[in-house]
């Protein structure tokens, strides 16, 4: 059944007004029929079976039939803080995140980030990566959208970095030396509701400085395993092996 | 220090030569000269730190130095066997994969696969995951470039796993299940050097035949966590899940 996530002021008491992009979705891409049954997402993570109830040419009404009691949510709250990358990666690592679970995710303008962005790219982008976030969610059966805030820069992250529960950075170095950090530890010693937040440097990871600026703030530099990733790779293993410790280990 | 794969042919007691795309590449993209150092990676695993001491229009000659101490692999054998998908996602699977840690890869055409190669079609195609495998194998400091095999259908396939220890599928519909198989309990029950086959099916997943067929023949059935993952996002799943339990739990 096809899932949308509908903003908190179309839903009333037992219908929701669905309009936009969705509205066209169900009327032109699925070719939908009044009582033709969809999932509705409400944004604080419930999701209701609703029965289409009227098509018209720019919205589609439909009544709440049966809520659900599901969840798809990861039990921990994991930030992705990630380095602006080249080219699209950043659009992977969006799509990718969103699958595996990301609760939020944070671009950072970082010293060997190659792009930058003015004020007018930042609204096209931001636009762009809430709308490949949505439809991720819904591709995966996820119950919330991740947040995807603000362009930062290092400085400000770490300022505003102390409500997090877990602090880690992505640190090639680390890879290479003996006593490296374990990861897998360090996600052992994580409890369900934790907030964590792992940050990700940019194709050639951080300077020697920015991570310096980490260590010095509480940031747990780790390794994700021997190989070396690209940057738009890290995090998919970093959630991969979250997802996998908590809600495939555990089973 | 860059790294380069070289063919067994090419390797002399004390010396290595090479051509084609990567003399090119230290020649005209790295721009190296004389007495920079490289790595050049042995098809057996082993890699060294070598001299370039000549650099021609078409080849490279280089003294081995030092031979390395070193593996980045992966301590189990896990073969992808990735259902057709469309487009341009058989790359990113490869590209994914190979980073992190997969032993070969295996394309298999199924019931759903919306596409379909003739000869002419396979030999292009399989000259360009090579290229894929060999770069991505550089990039991420791999010490042996994973096997692509060439294309099959699922019952092939399946006369042929006998010689895996682990035999398994991703199976969308086990997640819907109450008594799904733990993913995290099977990986659990491996061991290094344990050949482990992994299918994924593509868009759309297996046909019901075709999950019946897997089943009757001992493949387990396994979700990769709650969410609903794309078929690109399968193996990077799997294959960070196997990295993270046996390179970073186990530490």
Redesign the interface.
């Known amino acids: 059944m096809q899932r949308y996530f509908i903003p908190e002021e179309n839903w009333e008491e037992d219908e929701v007004t669905i309009a936009n992009d969705d509205a066209h979705h169900i009327s032109r891409v699925m070719r939908s029929q009044p009582d033709d049954k969809i999932i509705c997402n409400h944004p604080r993570g419930q999701a209701a079976i609703c029965d289409i109830s009227e098509i018209t040419g720019d919205h589609v009404r439909a009544v709440i039939s049966e809520w659900l009691d599901e969840?798809?949510e990861l039990p921990l709250e994991i930030t992705i803080a990630q380095g602006l990358p080249k080219s699209d990666k950043m659009d992977l690592v969006l799509k990718?995140g969103t699958?595996?679970?990301a609760y939020a995710f944070i671009p950072v303008q970082t010293d060997r980030s190659v792009v930058s962005w003015d004020d007018k790219k930042m609204e096209k982008k931001m636009n762009r990566y809430r709308k490949i976030a949505k439809e991720a969610s819904e591709?995966?059966?996820?119950n919330k959208i991740p947040h995807i805030q603000p362009l930062t820069v290092l400085n400000g992250l770490v300022n505003e970095s102390d409500s997090y529960e877990f602090k880690l950075f992505a640190y090639e170095e680390e890879a290479k030396t003996e006593k490296?950090q374990?990861?897998?530890?360090i996600?052992?010693n994580m409890a369900p509701d934790d907030r964590v937040l792992i940050v990700i440097g940019p194709e050639g990871g951080f300077s020697p400085q920015e991570a310096d600026l980490l260590k010095q703030n509480d940031f747990l530099p780790v390794?994700?395993?021997?190989?070396?990733?690209?940057t738009e790779?890290a995090a998919?293993?970093a959630l991969?092996?979250i997802?996998?410790?908590f809600?495939?280990?555990?089973?």
């Open positions: 969840t798809a990718k699958e595996l679970g591709q995966s059966h996820r490296f374990s990861f897998g530890k996600v052992n390794r994700l395993g021997p190989r070396i990733l690209r790779t998919m293993y991969a092996s997802s996998y410790q809600e495939e280990l555990g089973c």
